[in-house]
C-alpha cells in the first residue's frame, strides 16, 4: 500500500521536475516510487477483480 508521505513525495518530485531539473538520486527515488505505486494500483485490481491470468473465458 502506498503511504500518503509517499504519494506526497511523487507529486513533490514531479512539480519540481516541471520546474527545474531533478538530480540522479531524485530521478531514482522517483522511479522507485512510481514502481511502488503502479504495484500497488495492480495488487489493488487483483483483489477487486480477481487475478485476469486465472480467468478462462
Known amino acids: 500500500m502506498v503511504t ?3 504519494v506526497a513525495r511523487i507529486n513533490e ?3 519540481k521536475k516541471k520546474d527545474e531539473s531533478l538530480t ?6 522517483q522511479q522507485n516510487l512510481h514502481k511502488i505505486y503502479i504495484d ?6 487483483q483483489t477487486q477483480f480477481g487475478d485476469p491470468k486465472n480467468n478462462h473465458l
Do not use: F
Request: net charge neutral.
Open 24 to 29: 540522479k538520486e531524485e530521478l531514482t527515488e
Open 40 to 45: 500497488s494500483i495492480r495488487r489493488n485490481i
Open 13 to 15: 518530485l514531479a512539480r
Open 4 to 6: 500518503s508521505e509517499q
